[in-house]
């Protein structure tokens, strides 16, 4: 990288916040079915990427139940 990018105070927030989008995709990849989409149509893969997202929230949900409460 170049001092372009990478002398911004908000290139280093960007590089600790980033691995939360990625583990998210991540899960979505490997857990949940957008590795390999078999609907046809934007509209039906839209739905299963909300549904899916909808899914790994819940499963997030417990857990940042918990951490607020402490």
């Known amino acids: ?11 280093a927030i960007s590089l600790s916040r980033r691995w939360l989008v990625e583990k998210s995709f991540g899960w979505l990849k490997q857990t949940g079915p957008v590795r390999q989409v078999k609907l046809r149509g934007l509209h039906k ?13 819940l499963l997030r949900l417990p857990r940042l139940i918990a951490q607020q409460a402490a």
């Open 1 to 11: 990288m170049d001092r372009r990018t990478t002398r911004h105070p908000g290139y």
């Open 45 to 57: 893969v839209d739905w299963i990427f909300v549904f899916s997202c909808a899914a790994h929230n």
